[in-house]
């Protein structure tokens, strides 16, 4: 069984950084795309930033250039570096585990066919 732990969440003005991580435990069975979402209040749930079993990363047109997904596999850990943070960045963000695909680029799977998801942890973006 694959459980995802969000952390490192907050509140920052516009124009700031953070950084969350992503703690993975259990089996990595079959691994094809770690992700990143999120959702603001009232918003369908939105692709933000992926990483495919080669360590290729693509991103959301939104966050490219601002936006950086990174893993680090001896800490089972998954990460987002979030720069340049707009007040529309808001929202809680999650991430997610999708296994066993072959070939396909990441962004072109959907957040509904993702197997495994973290519980999310909020982060607000002041102007």
């Known amino acids: 069984q694959v459980q995802l732990v969000e952390s490192g969440g907050g509140s920052v003005q516009a124009g700031g950084s953070l950084k969350v991580s992503c703690a993975v435990s259990?089996?990595?069975?079959?691994?094809?795309?770690m992700g990143w979402f999120r959702q603001a209040t009232g918003k369908e749930r939105e692709g933000v930033a992926f990483?495919?079993?080669?360590?290729?990363?693509s991103y959301a047109d939104s966050v490219k250039g601002r936006f950086a997904i990174s893993q680090d596999n001896a800490k089972n850990t998954l990460y987002l570096q979030m720069n340049s943070l707009k007040p529309e960045d808001t929202a809680v963000y999650y991430c997610?585990?999708?296994?066993?695909?072959?070939?396909?680029?990441?962004?072109?799977?959907?957040?509904?066919?993702?197997?495994?998801w973290g519980q999310g942890t909020q982060v607000t973006v002041s102007s």
């Open positions: 997610a585990e999708v296994i066993g695909f072959t070939g396909e680029n990441c962004r072109r799977i959907g957040p509904q066919q993702y197997n495994y």
């Open positions: 259990g089996y990595m069975y079959r691994r094809y795309c």
């Open positions: 990483i495919d079993s080669d360590s290729r990363s």
